[in-house]
């Protein structure tokens, strides 16, 4: 499960970098446990210096004391980014 968030917010970091894509929102549209494979849409805006202020450049996403806490309500993800 780590690895598939992981690979996940690698993508998002990717898409951000390479078409200035900003995810705002992502909704699960297939998730599979026995595969470790999931489907989603991502919601967002392409960034605009004029919009979004400029803060810290998130460089990449970590392994890093990764946690996945999972409940019968709800799960609770923890990453850590370099900056």
Not at 65 to 82: P, T
């Amino acid at each position: 499960m780590q690895s598939l968030l992981f690979k996940y917010l690698d993508e998002f970091l990717f898409r951000f970098c390479t078409d200035y894509f900003c995810c705002k929102k992502a909704q699960i549209i297939e998730f599979n446990r026995e595969n470790y494979s999931i489907r989603l849409q991502a919601f967002g805006e392409i960034y605009d210096q004029l919009k979004h202020s400029q803060g810290t450049e998130i460089k990449a996403i970590t392994y890093s004391y990764m946690q996945i806490h999972e409940n019968d309500d709800r799960s609770d993800l923890y990453v850590i980014v370099d900056i």
